[in-house]
C-alpha cells in the first residue's frame, strides 16, 4: 500500500521543547517538501528536498531543521526558536518531473 | 515572486448547482497546476494535474482548465452533492522548486 505516513497525527510541545516530526513515504520519490498551514491559510513551505543529502530552505525555516539522510524520510524538527509553532504541518512528495505532488494526513502541533 | 489567488473565499449553493472555482497566478511560466480537495483536520488529496502544455484535464464531474497566457486556472463541479462540501486548494509548480499555494475556496453544498 503505497503512500505517505505521517506521525504522529497528533503532538504537544513543552514550551522551551523540541519535537519531531515523521514523514516517511514508500513511492520512490525524489522530492519531498513540509507545508505548514494556520486556520484561513493556505500552505506555506518550511523546507524542501530534491535528493537524498540535500535540501532547501522555505518561506518560513526559522525556527525548523530537517535532515534527509534516506530516500525514503524527511523528518522536520519543530525547536524551541519557533516561537509559534500551533500549526498544521503536512509532509508531500513528488516524482521527478514535477508531475503529480502527494500528500501526507498532517500531524497538527499544540504547544502546552 | 508567483502570487497564487483563488476566489472566492468560500461559496455556498444547494445540491446540484454546477459551480466554477477560480484560481489566478502572476507568473505565467509554470511546469504545471494542480488542483487538490482538503477535508477538515484531513491531507490533501489530490484532485487534478494539468501540464503547462495543456488546456484542461476531466475526472468524473471535475473539470480543470488551464489558461497559462492570462494566469488563469478553473475547476468546474458539475451536479454538486454534499459530500463535494470541503476545502478546495490550487497549487501550481515549477521544475525543480515546490508547489505554490493559493488559500483555497472552501465549498459547502446544502441538500
Known amino acids: 500500500d503505497g503512500g505517505i505516513t505521517q506521525s504522529p497525527k497528533y503532538l504537544f510541545r513543552k514550551e522551551g521543547q523540541n519535537v519531531t516530526l515523521s514523514c516517511e513515504q514508500n513511492?520512490?520519490?525524489?522530492?519531498m517538501y513540509w507545508y505548514r498551514q494556520d486556520p484561513g491559510q493556505g500552505l506555506r513551505l518550511i523546507y524542501y528536498s530534491q535528493i537524498v543529502n540535500d535540501f532547501q530552505k522555505g518561506d518560513i525555516a526559522e525556527g525548523y531543521s530537517v535532515s534527509r539522510e534516506k530516500k525514503e524520510s524527511f523528518p522536520l524538527t519543530v525547536t524551541s526558536a519557533q516561537k509559534n509553532p500551533t500549526a498544521f504541518y503536512l509532509c508531500a512528495s513528488q516524482p521527478p518531473g514535477g508531475t503529480e505532488a502527494f500528500f501526507g494526513q498532517g500531524t497538527r502541533l499544540t504547544v502546552v | 515572486k508567483q502570487e497564487v489567488t483563488q476566489i472566492p473565499a468560500a461559496l455556498s449553493v444547494p445540491e446540484g448547482e454546477n459551480l466554477v472555482l477560480n484560481c489566478s497566478f502572476t507568473d505565467s511560466a509554470i511546469y504545471n497546476l494542480q488542483w487538490f480537495r482538503q477535508d477538515p483536520g484531513k491531507g490533501l488529496t489530490s484532485l487534478l494535474l494539468?501540464?503547462?502544455?495543456?488546456r484542461e484535464q476531466t475526472s468524473g464531474r471535475l473539470n480543470a482548465s488551464l489558461d497559462k497566457s492570462s494566469g488563469r486556472s478553473t475547476l468546474y463541479i458539475a451536479a454538486s452533492q454534499p459530500g463535494d462540501s470541503a476545502t478546495y486548494l490550487c497549487a501550481v509548480g515549477r521544475a525543480g522548486t515546490a508547489l505554490i499555494f493559493g488559500k483555497g475556496t472552501t465549498l459547502s453544498v446544502s441538500s
Open positions: 513511492l520512490n520519490h525524489d522530492a
Open positions: 494539468i501540464q503547462s502544455s495543456q
